[in-house]
């Protein structure tokens, strides 16, 4: 799973969607079978790499205000396919939000043709569509996921 950039919260905790009203745990639980949210930090990160999950971004660094990914400035970006070419057994490649979606793309370049694409709608705060409406789209990594 590739996000844009981590924010403010997440940067100053070190840790991967550390805002409290961010839904990435509750939205990737079903996906995962197991409740992220009720675990502590270190207990969700095994359980994703129990999955098959990892997560990166598609953004190295940045000048940015604030945590909205409509201020991202002056990027540098991750390598996302000589990453991708280091892993044999990979899939797919979802995409938390949209900024990390057209990133990572144009990342990717023709080496995009040999993954499954899984656009998924952001888990920040700041995206204001309801979580509802958020699992029924992230539901498609959980079946990715449970084909894998």
């Known amino acids: 799973i590739l996000g844009s950039l981590p924010g403010e919260a997440s940067l100053a905790a070190r840790r991967y969607y550390a805002h409290p009203q ?3 745990w509750a939205l990737l639980s079903p996906g995962v079978g197991r409740d992220l949210v009720a675990l502590g930090y270190e207990a969700r990160l095994e359980a994703l790499l129990a999955a ?4 990166w971004d598609v953004v190295a660094t940045a000048r940015r205000r604030g945590s909205s990914d409509a201020t ?4 540098t ?3 996302i396919a000589e990453l991708a070419a280091t892993l044999p057994h990979l899939r797919a490649i979802a995409f938390n939000g949209g900024t990390a979606r057209r990133h ?11 993954y499954t694409l899984i656009p998924l709608p952001s888990s920040s705060p ?8 958020k699992a029924t789209r992230w539901s498609a990594l959980a079946e990715q996921l449970a084909r894998s």
């Open 22 to 24: 961010n839904q990435f």
């Open 72 to 75: 991202i400035r002056d990027i």
């Open 52 to 55: 098959g999950v990892g997560l």
């Open 126 to 133: 700041l995206h204001t569509v309801g979580l509802a409406a």
């Open 104 to 114: 990572g793309v144009r990342q990717l370049g023709e080496a995009a043709e040999r």
């Open 77 to 79: 970006r991750n390598d």
